[in-house]
């Protein structure tokens, strides 16, 4: 790699970074408890960004016999791309100690060992249902970091997910699970899988009303990637297309609401000491006590808008442009011990389909609902149907209380939250 460094020097770059990756995995589908698929990848190569008078090339290639080649091409289109100034690679040093994300378990773990897991979540569906499909991946990842600027920082991972539908006569439900760490109990999750599917067979449609509403980590997950992560992103707070632009350091939400870009978080998903080109990671508020306080940038928005980066740059792999990533987004604790029980009336929200409809700009969604529960006195009763909608940023002003207990749904960290004043539609 230091080689292809003194080949863009040659060839007239002013700086240069070379991104490595690679990466194995195996998958795996099943019908019912029968595997129907089974596959192997394993991929490698080496993207590459120039910056000559300014502006920025990119290419990649897999064959180092082909690194000049991709040289030259990330040179001549950096011709083309804008100027930017101020821009310059990461130069960071002594970067965080994070909890290791990488689990020998799981980089020795075979595929014939992984058929366990498969029909062990068929297995747990079937305390309470049947099995119909279900997904298994796990795989390996390095990466390594090389620039002018003197860097040179690497990384390995693991990564192990799952997710099953079940189903209950003509009910359905799916649970899903993630971990760096071979410590996912795949019976429990196919069983709350085959559990929820039995609790939603012949949901109650809702009454059109004003209500309160629950929200479960599976669907805050979805509400804030699909809201909040759009509107910190720094690449569109600058370019005006988000609703919080123009309100940073204002109140956006009621101040015991704090939220927080976490990229430190012990084993977590979305953790890492340095992003993906090398800045060095560290925590930072997106909503402290309701105050708006940061967006999130890599170093090419942060140029462009005359700030800093925060170390939230994200790639595919190395055939993939940079972006604005978000690490784990971490909600923090409030001081109700259970929502559900403190409920009255309202509904208890699982999961639901249609979030791609959702106006991220505006904030204003319409989903139907795929698993919720009705809850009279504190008890959930049964499973309903119909329509939830609302606006996110208004929403975010009529919390009416946050659990202590945070719970990890993929990157996403954070207690049960409850709403007030939210439309529900029958169907």
Not at 175 to 200: P, Y
């Amino acid at each position: 790699m230091e080689r292809i460094l003194k080949i863009a020097e040659r060839l007239g770059a002013d700086s240069c970074e070379i991104f490595y990756s690679s990466s194995r995995s195996h998958s795996f589908s099943t019908v019912g408890d029968v595997i129907k698929t089974k596959e192997f990848d394993s991929d490698s190569g080496f993207g590459v960004r120039i910056l000559k008078d300014d502006r920025i090339g990119f290419s990649y290639f897999t064959d180092l016999k082909k690194a000049e080649e991709a040289v030259k091409t990330a040179v001549s289109i950096s011709k083309f791309s804008s100027e930017i100034k101020g821009f310059e690679f990461s130069c960071d040093k002594n970067f965080p100690n994070v909890e290791s994300t990488y689990d020998k378990k799981i980089g020795d773990l075979s595929a014939d060992d992984a058929k366990n897991f498969i029909y062990a979540l068929a297995s747990g569906v079937k305390y309470h249902a049947e099995p119909i499909e279900s997904d298994l991946d796990f795989g390996v990842s390095n990466i390594r970091i090389l620039n002018s600027c003197g860097l040179d920082v690497s990384d390995k991972c693991t990564k192990i997910s799952c997710s099953v539908q079940a189903g209950y006569e003509n009910s359905s439900a799916h649970e899903t699970g993630s971990s760096c760490s071979l410590d996912l109990d795949f019976r429990a999750i196919g069983e709350r899988a085959g559990l929820l599917a039995k609790q939603m067979y012949k949901p109650k449609k809702i009454k059109n009303q004003k209500t309160n509403v629950i929200f479960h980590q599976a669907a805050l997950y979805d509400l804030f990637s699909t809201m909040l992560d759009p509107a910190v992103n720094g690449s569109k707070t600058r370019r005006g297309l988000s609703f919080f632009c123009g309100k940073e350091n204002t109140q956006v939400a009621g101040d015991f609401l704090n939220v927080y870009d976490d990229p430190l978080y012990p084993r977590a998903i979305g953790s890492f000491g340095f992003d993906a080109e090398g800045s060095k990671a560290f925590k930072k508020p997106l909503i402290e006590n309701g105050i708006l306080k940061n967006f999130l940038y890599d170093i090419k928005n942060a140029a462009i808008a005359n700030t800093k980066t925060t170390g939230n740059c994200g790639r595919g792999d190395y055939s993939s442009p940079v972006f604005v990533s978000p690490s784990n987004m971490v909600v923090g604790s409030g001081n109700v011990n259970d929502l559900i029980r403190e409920c009255k009336s309202g509904i208890y929200f699982y999961s639901a389909l249609g979030w791609h409809t959702a106006n991220s700009l505006a904030g204003d969604f319409s989903v139907s609902v795929d698993v919720g529960f009705e809850i009279e006195d504190g008890e959930i009763t049964e499973g309903i149907s119909g329509v939830i909608a609302g606006n996110f940023f208004e929403m975010l002003n009529k919390i009416s209380g946050i659990e202590k207990k945070q719970e990890a749904f993929l990157d996403l960290i954070s207690p049960k939250i409850g709403f007030y004043d939210m439309n529900a539609v029958g169907d």
